[in-house]
């Protein structure tokens, strides 16, 4: 199995400018998150979802953020308008449940995306 | 969330034992003990979980205390790989997808 996958690795965008990040989970997966990492705030959850469908989005930052997930094997994070402050490595990870109370389940990450937003 | 407490960095030496500890003094029982580590720019990867016994595998093992309010994550021989941020967290094993990273413990390899 490739991992998760997590597209573009390295974006350099403007303030103002649309970003879209994507993901691929693996194969088979029924958990989709979304991290974001910066020094200041460390590693944060912005939002998650269960069979395609958010469960919990409470940690996206404000209107700005938004995610979809339009099947089973990709999900976007999409930032309109950037701006500096939303410059962070973002994370992807997938688990597997399989609708049943989770045991300690394994998050697979991916290698996530570096953003810079001059 | 119930939270971990953890010492900010660790040092230890090639080939020796390296014990991180971590307190959870207001963990509930469906809390599991989960322990990732993010090598340097890489995404986190998970190391061992456990709820009330103790644990091993090929990376660790995870001693947990008879109350549970603490537990300790043992790399038995560290290697340079091993040189990481390591993050003891707990979820909630009733409802709770979410993981809650803390500062973690940066732990440093010499040679």
């Known amino acids: 199995d490739a991992g998760v996958i997590q597209s573009p690795r390295h974006e350099v965008t403007e303030m103002g400018q649309e970003v879209t990040l994507r993901c691929k989970p693996i194969?088979?997966?029924?958990?989709l998150f979304w991290y974001r990492q910066t020094m200041m705030r460390g590693l944060e959850l912005l939002i998650y979802?269960?069979?395609?469908?958010?469960?919990?989005d409470s940690g996206m930052p404000e209107d700005r953020f938004s995610a979809k997930m339009p099947n089973a094997s990709f999900s976007t994070l999409k930032i309109q308008p950037s701006e500096p402050r939303d410059s962070a490595v973002y994370f992807c990870?997938?688990?597997?449940?399989?609708?049943?109370?989770?045991?300690?389940?394994?998050?697979?990450f991916g290698p996530g995306t570096r953003l810079l937003v001059l | 969330d119930a939270k971990t407490t953890q010492p900010n960095s660790m040092e230890s030496n090639e080939e020796e034992p390296v014990h991180l500890p971590c307190n959870h003094s207001?963990?509930?029982?469906?809390?599991?003990i989960h322990w990732y580590r993010q090598l340097p720019s890489q995404g986190p990867e998970y190391v061992i979980h456990?709820?009330?016994s103790n644990v091993n595998n090929r990376m660790a093992s995870l001693a947990i205390a008879e109350d549970r309010k603490s537990s300790t994550l043992i790399l038995h021989r560290a290697t340079l790989r091993d040189a990481a941020v390591y993050y003891c967290?707990?979820?909630?094993?009733?409802?709770?997808?979410?993981?809650?990273f803390g500062a973690g413990t940066t732990v440093t390899v010499r040679a």
């Open positions: 979802f269960n069979n395609n469908v958010p469960i919990d």
């Open positions: 194969s088979g997966h029924d958990y």
């Open positions: 990870a997938s688990s597997f449940a399989g609708g049943s109370r989770p045991l300690g389940e394994t998050q697979y």
């Open positions: 207001t963990i509930s029982g469906t809390d599991y």
């Open positions: 967290i707990l979820r909630d094993g009733s409802n709770d997808y979410k993981l809650s």
């Open positions: 456990g709820l009330t």
